[in-house]
């Protein structure tokens, strides 16, 4: 079953602008993860958020949680065109990464 | 570089076949994993490995059958595939396997069923 599913499906933006990309999940967690993945490649961590925090940055990242809604945001600012990419959040369960169909994200020079 | 490595990169194979992936990781992780990618789809997760013991099954064919010889090797071992089967395959790696941590994936094999 899928745990983490995203939202756009695709998103294109013009370098500089911001992107934000949302999750929605099922069940309880205790953490939720964003992950970016380049065409072809494996995915690369980004971030970690536990379920007691609401709000985390890590350079132009900046992730939020809202428990109650079950759902995350990802926001990334000042957008490069390295950026461009599909974004993958995970909501782990017990023993599993659930993972979605991502965000493509495309940020045009 | 993400401390796991899969090989091949790449795989062509007959439905006849018997092939198999390889995957690897030096960061003394406990868990391993194998997911399987198609276009459009979700992220499937296929086996779940916890210190070499196999913890999940997500309802994946026989002609796919995993091997977790030490916890730094998990192998995926293939034979009479369908062209369905195309896709690309990665492995994970995390340090238990209770979502407390991050993963770190490999950068899969793309593998092509002809």
């Known amino acids: 079953s899928q745990q983490g599913e995203e939202d756009p499906q695709a998103l294109s933006i013009q370098e500089g602008e911001n992107a934000t990309m949302n999750c929605s999940y099922k069940?309880?967690?205790?953490?939720l993860q964003w992950y970016r993945q380049n065409s072809g490649r494996g995915l690369v961590h980004l971030i970690l958020i536990r379920s007691n925090e609401r709000e985390k940055h890590s350079g132009r990242l900046r992730v939020t949680l809202d428990t109650s809604k079950k759902s995350s945001s990802l926001l990334i600012t000042a957008s490069r065109a390295a950026d461009t990419a599909s974004y993958f959040c995970a909501a782990p369960t017990g023993n599993q990464f659930y993972f979605g169909t991502g965000t493509s994200l495309t940020v045009i020079p | 570089e993400t401390g796991v490595t899969q090989t091949p990169r790449h795989l062509v194979m007959g439905m006849t076949n018997k092939k198999s992936l390889k995957c690897e990781q030096h960061l003394g992780h406990n868990a391993m994993y194998w997911y399987k990618q198609s276009a459009k789809k979700p992220l499937e997760l296929m086996f779940v490995?916890?210190?070499?013991?196999?913890?999940e099954n997500n309802s994946v064919p026989s002609r796919f059958s995993p091997e977790c010889p030490n916890s730094s090797h998990l192998f995926l071992h293939l034979h009479t595939l369908q062209p369905e089967d195309s896709a690309l395959y990665l492995c994970?790696?995390?340090?238990?396997?209770?979502?407390?941590?991050?993963?770190?994936f490999g950068q899969g094999t793309r593998l092509t069923v002809v």
């Open positions: 069940t309880s967690i205790n953490n």
């Open positions: 490995y916890n210190f070499k013991e196999q913890t």
């Open positions: 994970a790696s995390s340090q238990g396997a209770w979502g407390n941590t991050e993963a770190f």
